[in-house]
């Protein structure tokens, strides 16, 4: 199984699970990992290109002074208006696309590599065809939303962003495997280790 997507909604853990994953799978063979969230920090506060793109389509308040992107404006916006929100995602998207689609070509072919992506829009923009496997990260709504919460997000901010997405069910249904994220980190470090076991017998 050489390529791996992992996906689920926000305060689930995906980040804290491709890290276990990426590294228990290195341990046994060769393993690149991508974390979609992160690029999409990057591009935001360092692409030109994307910094132009979103200024031209969102408005100049959507930067700080500094050159980086002002989160606050932009939550503000895509999640009171649906049109710039797909703005937005028109704008990140293909570019992040960009970036882990090749790995995924790459290692389609492969028997001995394994190439571990963290996409959040998996199942929304019909991405899984890219990957052999895909696996859900999971997580109660009330979970989530104290995690979200750790995040210094009000509670009605936590609800927004757990609102703007999918509700999980729909990508469960959809996925290969579940991992189910509500307790410690000791638990999600067994549940990834007994996953990742599978895997390296496929």
């Not at 090749?102 to 991405?127: D, M, N, Q």
């Not at 579940?178 to 895997?199: C, F, P, V």
């Amino acid at each position: 199984m050489p390529s791996i997507a992992i996906t689920g909604t926000i305060g689930s853990g995906k980040s804290e699970f491709l890290s276990l994953l990426g590294q228990i799978l290195a341990s046994f063979t060769p393993t690149s990992t991508f974390c979609a969230d992160d690029m999409n920090r990057k591009l935001l506060d360092t692409d030109p290109n994307v910094r132009e793109a979103i200024i031209q389509k969102l408005g100049k308040d959507t930067y700080q002074t500094d050159g980086k992107a002002d989160r606050v404006r932009l939550f503000s916006m895509i999640s009171t208006d649906p049109q710039a929100r797909t703005t937005l995602e028109e704008i990140m998207h293909p570019r992040i696309e960009s970036l882990w689609r090749p790995e995924a070509e790459k290692h389609a072919s492969s028997r001995s590599t394994f190439f571990v992506a963290e996409i959040p829009l998996l199942f929304e923009k019909g991405l899984e065809s890219y990957f052999s496997k895909s696996i859900v990260v999971g997580a109660s709504d009330s979970i989530r939303k104290v995690r979200l919460m750790r995040r210094s997000l009000a509670p009605e901010k936590a609800e927004v962003w757990m609102n703007l997405q999918e509700p999980q069910q729909g990508k469960i249904s959809k996925s290969d495997h579940l991992i189910w994220n509500d307790g410690s980190l000791e638990a999600l470090k067994n549940q990834t280790s007994l996953l990742a076991s599978h895997l390296l017998k496929q």
